[in-house]
């Protein structure tokens, strides 16, 4: 079956644009989950949705970071004002339930900031 | 949860098994261990989990010491799309545990 995907696969933007990015989810799965990956770097977790909420925002770095998840399956991750620090990799992860630990990560959306 | 310690790198030949081992000495009873990848330029993959017991599925066998401060995971065929990042973690199942979080791994190699 289809995996994880996510939109686009690349993106260059400007220092203050704003920038979307989206994430389908694998089919049938309740739990979604962002995280980001600089060069070199571990990953940094960002949100995660339960269906369409989302209990634990802890990991968005600031008030320009937002994501919302409909019909709880696409998400999208929505950064405003772009700055050169969060150029990184931002990957999507779905699993069955968050109970289920096994998840399930898409190619990741490269994000880089001039 | 508990830290792992892993070797940064390793060298494989291709059809050779890889043994990857990984330490956690501090691991608590509830914690599983966990193996995730990551081939370059795409998103981590799940492997395999245990608790005790070990474990096999169709990409690696997962073998946890008795006392569970170790294991070491088994990629019994390597092929040189196996080359890729391994990271070993452990974490304690549950809906409020899902956060993956990677140390540095070990970089594994394999060489034809």
């Known amino acids: 079956g289809a995996g994880v995907s996510q939109s686009p696969s690349n993106k260059v933007t400007e220092k203050g644009k704003d920038v979307e990015l989206r994430c389908d989810p694998i089919?049938?799965?309740?739990?979604l989950y962002w995280y980001r990956q600089s060069l070199g770097q571990g990953l940094e977790f960002l949100i995660y949705?339960?269906?369409?909420?989302?209990?634990?925002k802890s990991g968005l770095p600031s008030d320009r970071f937002s994501a919302e998840r409909t019909g709880g399956s696409v998400s999208t991750l929505t950064i405003q004002r772009t700055q050169q620090e969060d150029s990184a990799v931002y990957l999507c992860?779905?699993?069955?339930?968050?109970?289920?630990?096994?998840?399930?990560f898409g190619p990741g959306t490269r994000l880089t900031v001039l | 949860d508990a830290k792992t310690t892993q070797p940064p790198s390793m060298d494989c030949a291709e059809g050779r098994a890889a043994n990857l081992p990984c330490n956690h000495s501090?691991?608590?009873?509830?914690?599983?261990v966990y193996w995730y990848r990551q081939i370059h330029s795409q998103g981590p993959q799940y492997i395999i989990h245990g608790l005790k017991n070990n474990e096999t599925n169709e990409m690696a066998s997962l073998i946890i010491t008795e006392d569970r401060k170790s294991s070491t995971l088994i990629l019994p065929h390597a092929t040189l799309r196996d080359t890729a990042v391994y990271y070993c973690i452990v974490r304690v199942h549950g809906e409020y545990d899902y956060k993956l979080s990677f140390g540095a791994g070990t970089t594994v190699t394999v060489r034809a």
């Open positions: 089919s049938g799965h309740t739990a």
């Open positions: 992860a779905s699993s069955l339930d968050p109970g289920n630990n096994e998840q399930f």
């Open positions: 949705f339960q269906g369409n909420s989302a209990p634990d």
């Open positions: 501090t691991i608590s009873g509830n914690e599983y």
